[in-house]
């Protein structure tokens, strides 16, 4: 399984942009994508989060301004930023919690990450 993140680019702040997040591979089903976002010198952190079956949830920084979605058909996830401000600038990594098939019938369930997309947002 890989996930393949991308989207990022420079923008003035005010302004907006959408990430998208593509899981491929032998996928049964995906449980569970995040976006998360590593800022130079600090600690990669949570954005957004959406599960099968719930509500998306968010950091408390972004509520209000980035908005989390998936297709499910497409095995994608996207993160729509509005708002944007000079802080939100970051690598943005998507995750996935995927459950993957195999010829022999098994499964396996396992977290995938991909490879980040740098959002950077001028003030």
């Known amino acids: 399984v890989q996930l393949q993140a991308s989207g990022g680019g420079l923008v003035q702040a005010g302004g907006s942009l959408r990430l998208s997040c593509v899981a491929s591979?032998?996928?049964?089903?995906?449980?569970?994508m995040s976006w998360y976002r590593q800022a130079p010198g600090k600690e990669r952190e949570l954005v957004a989060a959406i599960s099968s079956g719930e509500s998306p949830n968010y950091a408390d920084f972004v509520k209000g301004r980035f908005t989390i979605s998936r297709d499910n058909n497409k095995n994608t996830a996207y993160l729509q930023m509005s708002s944007l401000k000079p802080e939100d600038t970051a690598v943005y990594y998507c995750?996935?919690?995927?459950?993957?098939?195999?010829?022999?019938?098994?499964?396996?369930?396992?977290?995938?990450w991909g490879q980040g997309t740098l959002v950077t947002v001028s003030s």
């Open positions: 591979g032998n996928i049964f089903s995906v449980r569970r």
């Open positions: 995750y996935g919690r995927i459950v993957c098939s195999y010829p022999t019938g098994a499964y396996d369930e396992d977290d995938y």
